[in-house]
């Protein structure tokens, strides 16, 4: 499409000119300092004193100059204390409402509604993670690469109908509250009365009843509706009884609808990012095709359908918006800014309209080396370690922090299991598809590995010695003796039970052969991808089964191509990164742990279940048994049932063995984020890119 090419073109113009004006040059890494190996804090600790504060007025449009006097708290310092509240009166009441100056400047000239008629009846209360703040300033962050726009900024403004709080629980959010029937097959959401979109016009049930008519059930925009809306494959049906009740019913319990709203990916964008009253003038059901096609010719858009699907996304900035800020260019741009929403429905516990901060500012960086050179420059506020070379330059970041006056924020998401070893269980070759579907060949295997030994020569630390885990602590407790499974190095018990398994016979080179008596090699088919690292982590595999006898080789793929030959069953042995999930992906959204559709383990079995046996290869007994389990799960009302559940999963998985799992890495450092001092109420941990139950609208600019 003409618009497209236009933006790529612009894109590639931007990136070519970031390069050029970003400085660069190479660090040194020094060892990372004793400070990182400090545990993460938790809520149960004693409550820290408060922060050395300057004398502060009730109201924070009356602030000026610092707030806060002291240095903040480093990552796991203190525990998290922000609270966030369902109304005013869980709060503990709020007599008055305030606002940003600059708002209250619109309200006195007439162009814009006083406070109390642009906040809902009953807005969320926040109760910040250190004080009160200031209203003012801009946070500048940055664009990581070839991305239209911040990923983290974007994360920022996405507020679903249910939320995560600070304390890991679902509560509500967009919707004030919701009701199961007796048997979970219908959910009642009652949506908070009064919230706006950012242009003023009200937030109701017509909204969201115009993502499940015009969108879901619309076949040229929704040609198969996701999943997650339905049971046994059964649609659920959505009706509005009022202007803020929507009302779900499904065919069968599904108490953990109410998980996924408020979890990470769909569906808890889409309910809550559909302007009615702005999208209907690009669909056909509301609007004369002749001059959707003019709007079409209009942005260079060649269908009806790319053009509605741009219109909806946070890349349009006249789509209305439920976030705190509001984007003001169109992307991509070499500076990318937000400003305030002023219908933002949130406040904090002295009434205060949230955000504090005026706006975001984004700047567009080229690669990892600039970002890291960057932020070592106290050039930005808030950055993600994974823009700035990961983990490996954990070292030099720390070196900086004094001189660039910037902190780390602790993140909380699911492991990263890198290097996971995969077999092909419907193998062409009859001999290996035996020998590789008996669990006691995977364990035997997976026992030969000396995981410390990789970890001291590929990681020198960040990463602990795992099978394939969850998310550590409760409920799933991924650092169980669980997830070490056959994860303990003992080459001469590999041996015995190679030997067990009939394989005696060695050839001239020492290597065993198969039960046949054919030579045996194994060929590890290693992505180069994700992670990068996957091809020497294979070599070093590769030395520890030969020491056991096993002959492999190790073939490195790009991405792409792996990906496609690894789904058409065309590889004998092959490794790639992996989740369990945990954390704000719930495990029972994870292909790898339920073997849902796409599950890297066995693509073949995933599809005979998915199509009831009449596509792919039937499974193990144990495979089938996931989907069972996950069933129960789905409908499950009480959380302790669910998460014993979850717990016969994992013990399946560890019993078979379908993964072998070298190394699982720490959230904490592999998500931690880079936070300029000068903005406060930053939460020390639970910090992540991709899910914030930690209300960036409620952090200020303390200056």
Excluded at 162 to 191: C, K
Excluded at 407 to 421: D, H, K, L, S
Excluded at 580 to 605: C, D, I, K, R, Y
């Amino acid at each position: 499409m003409l618009f497209r090419s236009k933006k790529l073109m612009l894109l590639n113009l931007l990136i070519v000119l970031t390069m050029l004006v970003s400085a660069c040059g190479a660090a040194a890494t020094p060892e990372a300092p004793a400070a990182a190996e400090q545990p993460a804090a938790t809520t149960e600790q004693a409550a820290p004193e408060q922060p050395a504060a300057a004398e502060a007025p009730s109201t924070a449009d009356s602030m000026a100059g610092p707030v806060l006097a002291d240095k903040p708290a480093d990552a796991g310092e203190r525990p998290v204390t922000m609270q966030v509240y369902n109304s005013p009166a869980d709060a503990g009441g709020i007599t008055e409402y305030h606002e940003a100056p600059e708002l209250a400047a619109m309200v006195a000239s007439v162009d814009l509604p006083a406070v109390e008629e642009r906040l809902p009846v009953e807005p969320v209360v926040v109760e910040p993670d250190e004080t009160i703040g200031k209203y003012g300033g801009t946070l500048v962050a940055s664009i990581d690469g070839q991305r239209p726009v911040a990923a983290d900024v974007n994360y920022f403004l996405i507020e679903p109908l249910t939320v995560h709080n600070p304390q890991e629980e679902i509560v509500p959010n967009v919707a004030s509250g919701w009701e199961w029937n007796d048997d979970y097959t219908q959910l009642t959401l009652t949506l908070r009365k009064g919230i706006k979109w950012s242009d003023g016009v009200p937030f109701t049930s017509e909204d969201i009843m115009f993502w499940w008519n015009d969108l879901v059930l619309n076949t040229e925009l929704t040609p198969t509706p996701h999943a997650l809306l339905s049971r046994d494959g059964v649609l659920a049906e959505l009706v509005a009884p009022d202007d803020f009740t929507v009302q779900f019913t499904f065919s069968k319990a599904y108490a953990l609808f109410t998980t996924y709203l408020g979890s990470w990916g769909f569906p808890r964008t889409d309910l809550t990012t559909m302007p009615k009253h702005y999208l209907m003038q690009f669909h056909p059901g509301y609007t004369e095709m002749a001059d959707i096609e003019a709007k079409m010719k209009e942005e260079g858009f060649d269908t009806w359908v790319d053009l509605f699907n741009y219109m909806r996304s946070s890349e349009n900035p006249n789509n209305p918006s439920l976030g705190a800020w509001i984007l003001n260019e169109r992307p991509p741009q070499q500076v990318q800014t937000y400003r305030r929403n002023p219908y933002y429905w949130k406040v904090d516990t002295a009434g205060n309209q949230l955000p504090y901060m005026d706006g975001i500012r984004t700047i567009r960086i080229a690669d990892t080396e600039a970002a890291l050179l960057k932020t070592i420059a106290g050039e930005l506020d808030y950055v993600g370690i994974g823009w700035t070379g990961g983990p490996a330059n954990l070292a030099i970041l720390s070196e900086n922090k004094e001189k660039a006056d910037y902190r780390f924020a602790y993140a909380n998401w699911m492991p990263n299991a890198y290097g996971n070893i995969m077999f092909n269980y419907t193998s062409g070759d009859e001999t290996k598809r035996e020998l590789y579907n008996q669990k006691e060949f995977r364990q035997a295997l997976s026992v030969a590995i000396n995981r410390e030994e990789i970890i001291k020569l590929q990681y020198k630390g960040g990463v602990f010695a795992s099978q394939i885990a969850p998310a550590r602590g409760a409920p799933y407790h991924g650092e169980s003796d669980l997830f070490q499974s056959w994860a303990q190095y003992d080459p001469e018990l590999a041996n015995q039970m190679l030997d067990d398994l009939g394989l005696t016979e060695r050839d001239g080179d020492g290597f065993r052969l198969a039960p046949n008596g054919d030579k045996l090699l194994l060929i590890i088919s290693a992505t180069t991808s994700w992670p990068a690292e996957t091809p020497v982590l294979m070599e070093l595999v590769r030395g520890y089964w030969a020491a056991v006898g096993i002959n492999a080789s190790v073939a490195p793929e790009a991405g792409a191509l792996w990906g496609t030959r690894h789904n058409n069953g065309e590889h004998d042995v092959s490794a790639r990164g992996g989740h369990f999930g945990g954390g704000p992906v719930h495990p029972t959204l994870n292909s790898n742990t339920f073997a849902l559709t796409g599950w890297q383990w066995a693509p073949e079995w995933a599809k005979w279940l998915d199509t009831d046996g009449a596509q792919g290869v039937e499974p193990p007994e144990d495979v089938k048994q996931l989907r069972v389990l996950r069933d129960q799960i789905l409908g499950e009302g009480d959380e302790d049932t669910r998460n014993t559940l979850m717990q016969q999963v994992f013990e399946i998985h560890m019993d078979n063995l379908w993964s072998i799992g070298l190394v699982v890495d720490d959230p904490r450092f592999g998500q931690l984020k880079i936070v300029k001092n000068r903005v406060r109420n930053v939460p020390t941990s639970s910090i992540s890119g991709e899910w914030y139950p930690m209300v960036p609208a409620s952090w200020f600019i303390n200056e």
